[in-house]
């Protein structure tokens, strides 16, 4: 456990979960500025994002690429419990965001893009549109927004996502369901959404 919390970016993430009650309304403008036991929206969903990149990164890479691409040892494919093969890079992402919205309602996230596959992962928000197109012309910019959606208050950050591995471009530009099919590494695909609760 030591060795963990040793971990700058765990450290920051775990800080941010066990503040989250608390009154962490920071500005955009004012975010990088963390008060003694609390930490703002902007770096908590900063460090949420640099766990989630750098899982999806190494998942595309070190097992969908290598076992399927390099070592051809298992497809990764679509409907992958009835062909017994890996899921894809998106669905391992959506699947652990199903299983954060079953324990907390503190944040949420999700991969949204102007060119969906599956139609539910296309912007529904303002916030997410203007946000799409600002990662997609800088992509190493996050984007930030405060939304209110419902009752409720929202701290918004939209980051870049951005092809990591050749399967995931042969994936997209393959699909008979992909908007567009000229997809590159290294081009921008969609964008990782991440929403802090700041009042119910």
């Known amino acids: 456990m030591t060795r963990l919390l040793s971990n700058p970016c765990l450290r920051l993430v775990a800080a941010g979960i066990f503040a989250i009650g608390l009154a962490c309304c920071s500005s955009p403008s004012t975010s990088d500025q963390r008060?003694?036991?609390?930490?703002?929206?902007?770096?908590?969903?900063?460090?949420?994002?640099?766990?989630?990149?750098?899982?999806?990164?190494?998942?595309?890479r070190q097992v969908v690429h290598r076992l399927q691409d390099q070592e051809e040892v298992i497809l990764a494919s679509e409907h992958w419990q009835d062909d017994k093969a890996l899921p894809l890079p998106a669905q391992m992402f959506r699947m652990g965001a199903e299983m954060v919205a079953?324990?907390?309602?503190a944040f949420s996230y999700a991969l949204i893009s102007k060119w969906p596959v599956n139609k539910q992962n296309e912007p529904g928000t303002e916030a997410e549109?203007?946000?799409?197109?600002?990662?997609?012309?800088?992509?190493?910019?996050?984007?930030y927004a405060r939304e209110s959606l419902g009752d409720a208050e929202?701290?918004?950050?939209?980051?870049?996502?951005?092809?990591v591995s050749p399967a995931c471009i042969a994936c997209h530009n393959a699909h008979k369901d992909s908007p567009r099919n000229d997809f590159e590494l290294g081009d921008t695909m969609g964008g990782v959404v991440i929403r802090i609760l700041l009042t119910e």
């Open 102 to 105: 079953n324990k907390t309602d």
């Open 129 to 143: 549109i203007v946000g799409l197109d600002s990662v997609a012309n800088n992509p190493s910019a996050a984007f």
């Open 35 to 60: 008060e003694a036991g609390s930490i703002s929206p902007q770096a908590m969903a900063d460090a949420l994002h640099a766990v989630l990149e750098s899982d999806r990164t190494v998942y595309a």
């Open 154 to 163: 929202y701290f918004t950050a939209i980051y870049a996502d951005v092809a």
